[in-house]
């Protein structure tokens, strides 16, 4: 007969560092502060807050072009001041016309 696995050290004490090894690689995959998890959800934050600022970036040039456009040609901005804002110069009446 084989002695081996009537010893109950002989089989339960791999059978614990297994479950010790399990136990370790879960840990440090879901619930440690710096675990796989949390850095694949920073990542992804990371990715969206890049794409989001490249966004932003794009829209700020388009609005310093747009303000250096208005601000070396007058008749833009006399333009977009009528059509945006609704002004007029002194003595002007405006007449609004709805298109069907």
């Known amino acids: 007969m084989n002695l081996r696995f009537l010893n109950p050290l002989r089989w339960k004490r791999p059978f614990l560092f ?7 690689i879960l840990w440090f995959g879901f619930f440690d502060t710096f675990s796989v998890w949390t850095r694949m959800q920073l990542n992804n934050e990371k990715k969206e807050l890049i794409r989001e ?3 932003l970036q794009t829209e700020a040039t388009e609005f ?3 303000m250096e456009a208005l601000e070396s040609d ?4 006399q333009t977009l001041a009528r059509e945006e804002y ?9 007449y609004r016309v709805q298109e069907k």
Do not use: A, N, V, W
Request: cysteine-free.
């Open 18 to 24: 297994g479950i010790l090894i399990l136990m370790l």
């Open 53 to 55: 600022t490249e966004q």
């Open 64 to 66: 310093r072009e747009k």
């Open 74 to 77: 007058p008749d833009l901005l």
């Open 86 to 94: 609704g002004m007029r110069k002194p003595g002007e009446i405006i």
